[in-house]
């Protein structure tokens, strides 16, 4: 029986795709030459991996300190203007925890700004830990992050469920040796090898799902 549930944020728990839009054609306006083209899909791609990742290949000629400063001073009001969340999801996460399931984080988001997203949305209560980038973890799709958890709320394999949107939470579960769940809320590709265990397309789906473990 499943107990342990392990949330990816980004694309997950919160819709930040247009915050990472706007951020990332802000970025590229400023520090791109005039011709640049900015692609939508492109920044799409930078929704999982670490940030430090996404500035390696999108400003490979800057310095990544700098890139990384002027990111993190320029987003914070997106969070403000243009953060989502999905359909039921704070119905079904209060469900969840009520049942009994142990609602966890493993993120590359840095810890302020997760923590500030799960209080703008009131269930920041609800989990009972987060491991996120700002501490000194291997990011997905290394399974530190997932193993550390199961390892403090003993936790077995069969008794964990990885929930993300990207591959690299579906490859990071499969590292771990747990199953994954990856939501279809917003606009994403799949690598074939990298596929999760299942798909759902809401929140309503996922609860149902993770009922039948």
């Given at each position: 029986m499943v107990k342990l549930l392990i949330f990816d944020m980004d694309g997950t728990l919160i819709d930040t795709d247009e915050v990472l839009y706007k951020t990332w054609r802000e970025l590229f306006e400023l520090y791109k030459s005039k011709d640049y083209k900015i692609e939508r899909e492109l920044i799409r791609t930078f929704s999982g991996p670490p940030i430090e990742d996404s500035i390696?290949?999108?400003?490979?000629?800057?310095?990544?300190?700098?890139?990384?400063?002027?990111?993190?001073?320029?987003?914070?009001?997106?969070?403000?203007?243009?953060?989502?969340?999905?359909?039921?999801?704070?119905?079904?996460?209060?469900?969840?925890?009520?049942?009994?399931?142990?609602?966890?984080?493993?993120?590359?988001?840095?810890?302020?700004?997760?923590?500030?997203?799960l209080k703008v949305f009131g269930v920041y209560d609800l989990f009972s830990d987060m491991i996120t980038s700002s501490e000194d973890v291997a990011h997905k799709p290394n399974p530190d992050s997932l193993l550390l958890l199961m390892d403090k709320f003993n936790a077995k394999k069969e008794e964990t469920l990885m929930i993300g949107d990207t591959s690299f939470d579906a490859l990071a579960a499969r590292n771990a040796g747990v199953k994954s769940i990856l939501l279809k809320l917003c606009p994403r590709t799949y690598e074939k090898d990298k596929m999760p265990d299942y798909f759902v397309s809401s929140y309503s789906e996922l609860y149902n799902l993770i009922k039948i473990f």
């Open positions: 390696a290949r999108a400003f490979p000629e800057k310095d990544p300190h700098f890139i990384l400063s002027e990111y993190r001073k320029r987003t914070a009001k997106y969070y403000d203007t243009d953060l989502k969340f999905f359909d039921n999801e704070k119905e079904v996460l209060n469900k969840l925890k009520k049942d009994g399931y142990i609602l966890t984080i493993a993120t590359s988001k840095n810890r302020p700004m997760t923590v500030k997203s």
